[in-house]
Structure formats: structure tokens, C-alpha cells
């Protein structure tokens, strides 16, 4: 059974950074993309970032380019999303997501496997 855990979010003034990080475990083959999205109160589930699994393809959202990177440890079956120059409009619950086929990377109902989210709250 594949599980995915989030861990890493909190409280954090506007201007400061968060390291998001997402433990895989279950399932270490066939992935074909790890992707970030995050819902705030009252608005749908948004697209963040996402990775083409073992081949380097990363993509952001417009909203957090430049602010937010991506990276993995395969050894340890861990994605870490890096936060840095956070704004209040961040402020959401965030998730990480497993597909195992092909999809467009912004798509949430492309991937297969959820966390629970972590909560991101930027105060300003």
C-alpha cells in the first residue's frame, strides 16, 4: 500500500522560508510524476509544482516561480518542496502527490496516490 506523509509546515512570518517534505513509502517503482498542490479556505485545489520522475522535468506554477523548488531524495524516497520568500497568499493547506501514468503534471486528477496535507499558515 503506497502512503505518502507530509511533514514540515507551520506558522511563518511573509518574507521567511519553509522546507516541505514528503515521505514515500509502499511503492519506490513506475512512478511517473511527484506533484505539490495546496488549497486555501474557500478555493479549490490549486497546482504548486510537480516532477517528471527520474527524468528531471520540473514544472511551478506562475504564482510561486522563481520562490519555490522542488527536489528528491531517492535514497531516502523523500521530495522536499523548498519555500523561500513566503507571502500571505500562500497560506494553505499543502499536499503531495504520486502518479504512476502519464498525465499532465498541473492536472491533480492525474495522480493516483494523496498525503494529508500539512498546513502552511504565512503571517503578515
Known amino acids: 500500500q503506497v502512503q505518502l506523509v507530509e511533514s514540515g509546515g507551520g506558522l511563518v512570518q511573509a518574507g521567511g522560508s519553509l522546507r516541505l517534505s514528503c515521505a514515500v513509502s509502499?511503492?519506490?517503482?513506475?512512478?511517473?510524476?511527484m506533484g505539490w498542490f495546496r488549497q486555501a479556505p474557500g478555493k479549490e485545489r490549486e497546482f504548486v509544482a510537480a516532477e517528471r520522475w527520474s527524468v528531471g522535468i520540473i514544472v511551478y506554477a506562475d504564482s510561486v516561480k522563481g520562490r519555490f523548488a522542488v527536489s528528491g531524495d531517492s535514497a531516502r524516497n523523500t521530495v522536499y518542496l523548498q519555500m523561500n520568500n513566503l507571502k500571505s497568499e500562500d497560506t494553505a493547506i499543502y499536499y503531495c502527490?504520486?502518479?504512476?501514468?502519464?498525465?499532465?503534471?498541473?492536472?491533480?486528477?492525474?495522480?493516483?496516490?494523496w498525503g494529508q496535507g500539512t498546513q502552511v499558515t504565512v503571517s503578515s
Open positions: 509502499g511503492r519506490t517503482f513506475g512512478i511517473y510524476a
Open positions: 502527490a504520486l502518479g504512476t501514468h502519464p498525465t499532465y503534471l498541473s492536472d491533480y486528477a492525474g495522480y493516483d496516490y
